[in-house]
């Protein structure tokens, strides 16, 4: 069954060097941004991105709301849980297990979503995620579009969704 058998990702040795990788974390999948030749590399705990200049800059996979993988021009875009500027990446195509890596990782991190009960146009989600290298449990609020957190109806469904969602996985 060698068909089923991943080739280990191959990093050059200033990148593998750069991640400084902790014990029990390992890579999983790497692709070079065509645009800034960052290695963007997704370890089991980490998304982490090696700029050119050697800078790594590593967020763990509950910090990550969101991605979009287009598969036309091999891009890959990140929201992030606490409103960063999102990341973008292109890659040629590459050998590589990035994209699927990606999204088996962020779902790995998340127990339990549910959207909050607003009115109107307004949206928003109470998510437990599972920290990968701790496996602690975290509550995370997402606001989207039209709903402010000062405001008081939105105040009320997040506390009460963050109750019933804790209660759901036994934080409380």
């Known amino acids: 069954m060698s068909f089923l058998k991943r080739s280990k990702p191959q990093l050059p040795r200033e990148v593998q060097h750069q991640l400084d990788l902790p014990k029990g974390e390992r890579v999983l999948a790497s ?25 790594a800059t590593a967020r763990p996979w509950h910090d990550v709301d969101a991605g979009q993988w287009e598969s036309q021009t091999w891009s890959l875009t990140v929201t992030w849980i606490d409103g960063k500027r999102p990341g973008q990446w292109t890659f040629d195509e590459q050998d590589t297990r990035l994209p699927e890596t990606f999204h088996e990782r962020v779902r790995a991190s998340i127990v339990l979503a549910e959207e909050l009960p607003l009115e109107g146009r307004a949206k928003g989600r109470v998510v437990i995620r599972r920290d990968l290298q701790t496996d602690k449990l975290l509550t995370q609020t997402v606001l989207g579009r039209g709903a402010r957190a000062d405001d008081p109806q939105v105040q009320d469904a997040v506390a009460r969704t963050k109750e019933f969602v804790e209660d759901a996985v036994g934080l409380r």
Not at 38 to 47: G, I, P, R
């Open 31 to 55: 692709a070079v941004d065509k645009l800034t030749s960052a290695y963007v590399v997704a370890t089991n705990w980490h998304l982490t991105v090696v700029s050119a200049d050697g800078t």
